[in-house]
């Protein structure tokens, strides 16, 4: 008998993230806790179904439309009031015709499809990451064929922004490189660049001729819809040409949906038009077309004012869960004796300034471990927690187990 093609193949290892998911599941011990997986949770630990995504998959249902093919960028109804929600209806690039948007699955294909777009007209630039950055960001770009270059993102004692450091390093990228930064809610550490610093990325973008790719994923998560989208929009009114990945995952809860969006601003309109078809040639060799469901439901849900106004009002229901959340979590921190002044184990000032879902309180990998065995409290890597995840029962075990772990070393 032949040898199998793959013969002694080892497993791959789990997903970082997802992976811990699955070992969560799978354990059964009582009073578990999960803080890993980086999904939107009411006070039950459910994902809700948002009222105006029911309604809008009711109406959708109603009407009975057909399940033909999507067109290869997706479909106006849906990359329109998605490109206004990134930009705002006035901003000059919409006004200008330099923005064009394409419907992706979710937005890890925008990613991907940027890294794709990226190595076919530029094969030898470079992605700069932010250390630390989401996981899957190397993954992705590896995959594309591209180089990962890091930028310093947290000051050494790991709760605070270290802009120049960020900027210092960027002014060392070569012309054409890619740099990857998050339009708010930073995951993992929670902390974003502060209005400010936008202006002043946008000069070192323009100084050295890098490519900005904005990750958009948790629009209306830190301090609103509109907030959260203003350091995209500076940067988009600088001039430069930039990608934008955004993602209604968590914004609509359309987790298991894919719904995503590639948006491409040019310096000028014909630019835009280009990249664009050269976007739609990497989506054709990649997925071919879009998926309907989740997009119609984002287009039936923006498309119509009353069901616009209502899933605002349950954006800013999981927004307001999250901050107090957080504010609860740092208290209970700062009761058990781990969060307080700068000389604490943990920068309570820091950590509230955080926004988002994420907070990442530098445990060690053996801290993490024994969150895990000894407590059956489930996070990731480096102790990103997601405060999402907590509710009034589970927030002082899981307060005391992070205090256990710090207090044995």
Known sequence: ?????????????????????????????????????????????????????????????????????????????YTGPVRALVFGDDHPALVDGRAETLHTPGGTGALRVAADLVHRLSPGAAVWLSRPTWPNHPQVFEAAGLPVRWYPYLDEGGSRLDLDGMLTALAGAAPGDVVVVHACCHNPTGTDLPADAWGRLAAVVADRGLLPLVDFAYQGFGDGLDEDASGVQALAAEGVTALVASSMSKNFALYSERVGALSIVGATREEAAALASHAKVAVRANYSNPPGHGGEIVATVLGDPALRAQWVDEVAVMRDRINGNRARFVAQLVADGVAGGPDALLDADALLRQRGMFSLLGLSAGQVARLRDEFAVYVVAGGRINVAGLTAANLEPACAAIAAVFAKG
């Open 1 to 77: 008998m032949p040898e199998p093609v793959f013969a002694g193949l080892a497993p791959a290892p789990p997903d970082s993230i997802l992976g811990l998911t699955e070992a969560f599941r799978a354990d059964p011990r009582p009073g578990r806790i999960s803080l890993a997986a980086g999904i939107y949770q009411d006070e039950t630990g459910r994902t809700p179904v948002l009222a105006s995504v029911a309604e809008a998959e009711r109406r959708m249902l109603t009407a009975g439309a057909a399940k033909t093919y999507k067109p290869i960028g997706g479909e106006p109804s």
